[in-house]
Antibody
Framework: EVHLLESGGGLVEPGGSLRLSCAAS????????MTWVRQAPGKGLEWVSE????????SYADSVKGRFTISRDNSRNTLYLQMNSLRAEDAALYYC??????????????WGQGTLVTVSS | DIQMTQSPSSLSASVEDRVSITCRAS??????LNWYQQKPGKAPKLLIY???SLQSGVPSRFSGSGSGTDFTLTISSLQPEDFATYYC?????????FGQGTKVEIK
């Protein structure tokens, strides 16, 4: 069974940094693109970033470009999201999800349970 | 960016009702349209991919249709466990965008 488990969320001050992790199991991790999606409290879903199976290709939403970095360690079956220069509007529940070989023209399944990021002084 | 607009934003329905949710894309997305269900405090769950393909384990009362810019999620006979928020998503052109959600509540 495919399983994704996020961690690393917490309370951070505006301008601070945080690194999220997503531990994957139940599939050949390096063969699939992975993605991060966030959900602000009481709001809808917003795609954040994705990375190819090899890690060689990445893309970002404009709202986080230049501040967030997605990466992966295929030897550890783990996805990461390094978040710098955090703003109040980055506060959300962050989900990782598995794509197909690519996220393009595919779907996100399954999703992890999410890790909560709070940005406040 | 492609905008996804769902209607209605919320609806009240009774068990065994037939319910339809529409999703409109701001430009053609061919057949790259997915539907997710999210229950309170839970992660989204894939229901339908590629407009009309039912994800494994999803009950057959869920169905999807449409093409181009206009899509529909239909629940043929609403069950108590179907009360949730539903999101459409396009993966035709990055950035991948979601509709704002449709909350299905008990009447």
């Amino acid at each position: 069974e495919v399983h994704l488990l996020e961690s690393g969320g917490g309370l951070v001050e505006p301008g601070g940094s945080l690194r999220l992790s997503c531990a994957a199991s139940g599939f050949t991790f390096s063969s699939y693109a992975m993605t991060w999606v966030r959900q602000a409290p009481g709001k809808g879903l917003e795609w954040v970033s994705e990375i190819s199976g090899s890690g060689g290709a990445t893309s970002y939403a404009d709202s986080v470009k230049g501040r967030f970095t997605i990466s992966r360690d295929n030897s550890r079956n783990t996805l990461y999201l390094q978040m710098n220069s955090l703003r109040a509007e980055d506060a959300a529940l962050y989900y990782c999800a598995k794509c197909g070989v690519y996220c393009n023209r595919n779907w996100f399944d399954p999703w992890g349970q999410g890790t909560l990021v709070t940005v406040s002084s | 960016d492609i905008q996804m607009t769902q209607s209605p934003s919320s609806l009240s329905a009774s068990v065994e009702d037939r319910v339809s949710i529409t999703c409109r894309a701001s430009q053609s997305i061919s057949s790259y349209l997915n539907w997710y269900q999210q229950k309170p405090g839970k992660a989204p769950k894939l229901l339908i991919y590629g407009v009309s393909s039912l994800q494994s384990g999803v009950p057959s009362r869920f169905s999807g249709s449409g093409s181009g810019t206009d899509f529909t999620l239909t629940i043929s006979s609403l069950q108590p466990e179907d009360f949730a928020t539903y999101y459409c998503q396009q993966t035709y052109s990055a950035p991948w965008t979601f509709g704002q959600g449709t909350k299905v509540e008990i009447k």
